[in-house]
């Protein structure tokens, strides 16, 4: 038998052959890879039905009569007459405001002599005309010139002799005896009470649930227990280009003592709610970054994105135009989880 001497060196190269052996056996015995599983998200659900949807929304409005005039001046002059005060009821044609008959601006005497003249001159036209004295084209000419004479007296009168143009109520006196007026400022103002106007703007959404015609009710926290019935007397076609809003106007009849008063702030409620039964969804199945809105359909355990155009909402359902179909299942919690395409299991409450 042969003895066989390894010297230190041959003996950790030999110990690396057996190692490497032993780590290469060990390899055929390949364990198998792990999986990892399809994400999954517990989802609760509700349906998309049909069904009756009654909103009322509290709007802020601002009070008019129903018919309402604004005295301005026409021209810059002294005031000399303020005839009326507030709450006088005044006749249509009435005078509120007296202007300088005498100032640079009104050139009231001047229209005046000028048709005086001109009159007296027609005058002594149609005599002579009666003697055949003068051709009818001489008539004529003079009948032309007192006419525009007296239109241009008529301009200057109204314009130091401020009347109102309906009857009503003195609601606003904004100039007193001496008063330097402005062009186009406003000196009285006369309305109608007996019946008032409320002016309020509402969002495009719930324009487009409003007819003219719908009840209103007017109320004031000045006056707890003072509510008024009223209805829609006129709608705006089209949106402020500012706000995007939608004008509208009620009539109402005003409280026996006239309480509701122009110029006033009032709260006006209004019920808004879609015809028929319309296609609504829990507001918790909606998603939206204040522009678009989306929902998850549920389909065969799996969740797709779906955007919506909504219409009104009550503060818990929702009201879908258009992107579902009735008894469409959607997600209602679990959908900030979600992405298109999601595994999802459906669990109770």
């Known amino acids: 038998m042969k003895t066989y001497l390894f010297t230190g060196a041959e003996s950790l190269i030999a110990g690396l052959l057996l190692f490497g052996a032993g780590g290469c056996g060990a390899g055929h015995d390949n364990a198998p890879e792990s999986v990892v599983p399809p994400q999954v998200v517990p989802v609760e659900?509700?349906?998309?039905?049909?069904?009756?949807?009654?909103?009322?929304?509290?709007?802020?409005?601002?009070?008019?009569?129903?018919?309402?005039?604004?005295?301005?001046?026409?021209?810059?002059?002294?005031?000399?007459?303020?005839?009326?005060?507030?709450?006088?009821?005044?006749?249509?044609?009435?005078?509120?405001?007296?202007?300088?008959?005498?100032?640079?601006?009104?050139?009231?005497?001047?229209?005046?002599?000028?048709?005086?003249?001109?009159?007296?001159?027609?005058?002594?036209?149609?005599?002579?005309?009666?003697?055949?004295?003068?051709?009818?084209?001489?008539?004529?000419?003079?009948?032309?010139?007192?006419?525009?004479?007296?239109?241009?007296?008529?301009?200057?009168?109204?314009?130091?002799?401020?009347?109102?143009?309906?009857?009503?109520?003195?609601?606003?006196?904004?100039?007193?005896?001496?008063?330097?007026?402005?062009?186009?400022?406003?000196?009285?103002?006369?309305?109608?009470?007996?019946?008032?106007?409320?002016?309020?703007?509402?969002?495009?959404?719930?324009?487009?649930?409003?007819?003219?015609?719908?009840?209103?009710?007017?109320?004031?926290?000045a006056r707890p227990g003072g509510a008024v019935a009223g209805k829609i007397v006129q709608l705006a076609k089209s949106a402020d280009v500012r706000s995007r809003s939608f004008e509208l106007k009620a009539l109402f009849p005003n409280t026996p003592d006239r309480w509701y008063r122009p110029g006033m702030f009032v709260k006006v409620t209004l019920a808004i709610s879609p015809p028929g039964s319309p296609l609504v969804v829990p507001n918790a199945a909606i998603l939206t970054d204040g522009v678009d809105h989306r929902v998850f359909v549920l389909r065969g355990g799996r969740a797709f994105r779906r955007p919506v155009t909504v219409g009104v909402t009550d503060g818990e359902r929702t009201v879908i135009l258009s992107g579902l179909a009735e008894h469409d299942t959607l997600a209602t919690v679990g959908i900030n989880s979600l992405r298109d395409s999601m595994l999802v299991k459906m669990v109770d409450r």
């Open 45 to 221: 659900t509700a349906l998309a039905e049909r069904s009756p949807l009654g909103v009322t929304r509290l709007f802020t409005g601002s009070l008019e009569g129903e018919e309402q005039a604004s005295i301005v001046a026409k021209i810059s002059e002294r005031v000399t007459a303020v005839p009326v005060r507030v709450g006088v009821r005044v006749k249509r044609g009435d005078v509120m405001v007296e202007l300088d008959r005498s100032g640079t601006s009104s050139q009231y005497y001047q229209a005046e002599a000028a048709f005086r003249n001109a009159q007296k001159s027609l005058e002594r036209m149609k005599s002579l005309y009666a003697e055949g004295a003068v051709a009818l084209q001489s008539l004529d000419g003079a009948q032309t010139a007192h006419d525009v004479a007296r239109a241009n007296f008529d301009a200057a009168r109204s314009a130091v002799v401020l009347t109102t143009p309906i009857a009503g109520v003195v609601t606003a006196v904004n100039c007193s005896l001496g008063d330097l007026t402005a062009p186009a400022q406003v000196l009285v103002t006369v309305a109608t009470v007996d019946r008032m106007k409320v002016t309020f703007n509402l969002n495009e959404t719930d324009a487009a649930n409003v007819v003219p015609g719908a009840p209103v009710t007017v109320s004031s926290e």
